[in-house]
Each structure stands twice: as C-alpha cells, then as structure tokens.
C-alpha cells in the first residue's frame, strides 16, 4: 500500500506564490507517475501537473508558466510550486501516483485546500 501527505496549503492574494508538498510512502514502486489534481466546488477533478520517475513533466495549459512541479525521489516527495496565483486556481489540491509497473494501481492523498483571495 502507498500513503500520500500533502502540505502546504493556504490563504494566498492574487499574485501570490504556494508550494505544495506531497510525501509518499509504501510500495511505490518504479516506474511511477506522480502529480496533482484539483477540484472546485461544482467542477470535476482536473490535472495540474504530473512528473514521471525520471523527470518528464506535463502541465494543464491553464497553469503553464506559472506552476512548476519536480520531485525528490530520494525523499519520494513531488513539489508544486505555484506562483502568480488567481482566484480561479481556488481549490482542492489532491495528490496522486500512479504505478506503471504492476500491480498498476494509483493512490491519492487525502487532499489541501488553496484559496486564493483578497
């Protein structure tokens, strides 16, 4: 089994930053793709950005430029560092892994909130 422990959500102005952090634990297993979600009240859940084991990222085109995500795997700890925050990035912040070696199961972390307001 794998546990997800997010941290580093908050209150953040517009135009303010964020890092989230999410700590991963168990049978992780390589390869692996971790990333975040998040989901608004009265919307789905989205993708933000994932980042595979050796460090290929994607991004939602909404937070492009102004999200990172990277990940220490020595600490197996994925990052997103969030900057140039706006009301629409107001959510729950969920993070995930996925393993691509099997058993193929993925696991989610039991969620942050990040609000965005003056």
């Known amino acids: 089994q794998v546990q997800l422990k997010e941290s580093g959500g908050g209150l953040v102005q517009p135009g303010g930053s964020l890092r989230l952090s999410c700590a991963a634990s168990g049978s992780i297993g390589s390869p692996n793709a971790m990333g975040w979600y998040r989901q608004a009240p009265g919307k789905q859940r989205e993708l933000v950005a994932a980042?595979?084991?050796?460090?290929?990222?994607n991004y939602a085109d909404s937070v492009k430029g102004r999200f990172t995500i990277s990940r220490d795997n020595v600490k197996n700890t994925v990052y997103l560092q969030m900057s140039s925050l706006k009301p629409e990035d107001t959510a729950v912040y969920y993070c995930?892994?996925?393993?691509?070696?099997?058993?193929?199961?993925?696991?989610w972390g039991q969620g942050t909130q990040v609000t965005v307001s003056s």
């Open positions: 995930n892994l996925r393993r691509a070696a099997w058993p193929i199961m993925e696991y």
């Open positions: 980042v595979i084991s050796g460090g290929a990222t």
